[in-house]
């Protein structure tokens, strides 16, 4: 296996799981030095909603890849083979619009003055970087859509011939 073929395989899995393994370490740790040490860590429960902001968001796009995200389906669930494709391809459509819509947005708001000053209380950490998951979760959620999409249309290619 390539590795770029095993890095669209494992890429939101592996950083998500990692993501998940720290906050779960942190919030142990942190459990530990409060009610056993009697000294909290300071910065363990910032840095753990940090690396729970970025989990969510790669969770998204992991959710995509897999087509795991929750649907209605009642009305997809009425129409024939064919027309359930071509409602697919009408929903990546509009949930791709949205997303690169939302990673454009979250850019700009990133990019303005006043959150590019900020920093994290506790840590000190700029707080673009906490905002930046949200575009690239997004940016990376319309990759997975667009996979989605391009699996569709060759399906209704492939249904025509």
Same mark, same amino acid.
């Given at each position: 296996?390539?590795?770029?073929?095993?890095?669209?395989?494992?890429?939101?899995?592996?950083?998500?799981? %990692?993501?998940?393994?720290?906050?779960?370490?942190?919030?142990?740790?942190?459990?530990?030095?409060?009610?056993?040490?009697?000294?909290?860590?300071?910065?363990?429960?910032?840095? +753990?909603?940090?690396?729970?902001?970025?989990?969510?968001?790669?969770?998204?796009?992991?959710?995509?890849?897999?087509?795991?995200?929750?649907?209605?389906?009642?009305?997809?669930?009425?129409?024939?083979?064919?027309?359930?494709?071509? %409602?697919?391809?009408?929903?990546?459509?509009?949930?791709?619009?949205?997303?690169?819509?939302?990673?454009?947005?979250?850019?700009?708001?990133?990019?303005?003055?006043?959150? %590019?000053?900020?920093?994290?209380?506790?840590?000190?950490?700029?707080?673009?970087?906490?905002? %930046?998951?949200?575009?690239?979760?997004?940016?990376?959620?319309?990759?997975?859509?667009?996979?989605?999409?391009?699996? +569709?249309?060759?399906?209704?290619?492939?249904?025509?011939?």
């Amino acid at each position: 296996m390539s590795v770029i073929k095993w890095i669209d395989m494992n890429a939101e899995k592996v950083l998500a799981s %990692a993501l998940l393994a720290a906050i779960v370490v942190l919030i142990f740790g942190n459990v530990f030095m409060r009610y056993i040490m009697n000294a909290s860590l300071s910065w363990g429960e910032e840095l +753990t909603l940090w690396l729970f902001v970025w989990f969510v968001w790669l969770g998204v796009s992991y959710a995509f890849h897999t087509g795991d995200h929750v649907r209605i389906t009642v009305l997809r669930d009425v129409l024939s083979e064919r027309a359930r494709l071509y %409602a697919d391809v009408v929903i990546a459509l509009l949930v791709l619009g949205f997303l690169i819509v939302l990673t454009i947005e979250c850019i700009k708001l990133i990019r303005q003055p006043f959150v %590019a000053s900020q920093t994290s209380v506790v840590l000190g950490l700029p707080i673009p970087i906490l905002y %930046a998951s949200a575009p690239v979760g997004a940016g990376l959620s319309a990759i997975r859509v667009t996979q989605h999409l391009i699996r +569709t249309l060759r399906l209704i290619a492939e249904t025509k011939a």
